[in-house]
């Protein structure tokens, strides 16, 4: 049984840096392709950014290009989301997730078969 869970999500004030880590368990870490989504209240889960399973093509939804960097450590079976120069629209609960497969789309939430429960992350103005 693959299980993805999420560290690092906190209060940061505008301006500020978190980096959120999610470690795999149970799978093959190093052959999925890994994706950040987020959800903020009232609003549907959207693409974060997402990585593939070699670590060799990354890709980012356009609001945080510049500011949010995937990567990841198939010996620590485990994704970064390194995110600095937050704003309080970044606000929102933050989920990792596994893709088995390359996905057709990287931005669909549906590709993805695993994921985490979530951190917080609360941005303050």
């Known amino acids: 049984q693959v299980q993805l869970v999420e560290s690092g999500g906190g209060l940061v004030q505008a301006g500020g840096s978190l980096n959120l880590s999610c470690a795999v368990s149970g799978g093959t870490f190093s052959s999925y392709c890994m994706g950040w989504f987020r959800q903020a209240p009232g609003k549907e889960r959207e693409f974060v950014a997402a990585i593939s399973w070699s670590g060799g093509d990354s890709y980012y939804t356009d609001s945080v290009k510049g500011r949010v960097t995937i990567s990841r450590d198939n010996a620590k079976n485990t994704v970064y989301l390194q995110m600095n120069s937050l704003k309080p629209e970044d606000t929102a609960v933050y989920y990792c997730?596994?893709?088995?497969?390359?996905?057709?789309?990287?931005?669909?939430?549906?590709?993805?078969?695993?994921w985490g429960q979530g951190t917080q992350v609360t941005v303050s103005s």
């Open positions: 997730a596994a893709d088995t497969s390359t996905p057709y789309n990287w931005t669909w939430a549906f590709e993805y078969e695993y």
